[in-house]
């Protein structure tokens, strides 16, 4: 059986939401009211596959706000390969 790490503040998530978008961002904190995130990136098709777009265009990429719980249809942990594209693209490093 393998056991997953779930996720902490800190970590690179999916979060599928009830409208059908898929949101790679990186955790802050996580209540009841919802998942308080920043640096949140949509996936987008791409020429060369799934890429990252910004989710929100007119607040700074720095701002962190809460996506409500009722909102959300799942989260878990970035698998590695989109979490490394993740990085790259809000922080400019490469992994």
Known sequence: MLIETPYKNGDAITIKLTSGEEIV???EEET???????KPMSLT??????????YVFTISPE???????HAVV???KTI????????????????
């Open 63 to 69: 701002t962190a706000f809460v996506i409500k719980s």
């Open 74 to 76: 799942c989260v878990a």
């Open 80 to 95: 590695e390969e989109m979490a490394t594209q993740y990085i790259q693209n809000t922080t400019g490093l490469a992994v």
């Open 45 to 54: 098709a791409t020429q060369e596959g799934i890429g990252l777009a910004p």
């Open 32 to 38: 009841n009211e919802g998942l308080k995130v920043s």
């Open 25 to 27: 961002a990186r955790l």
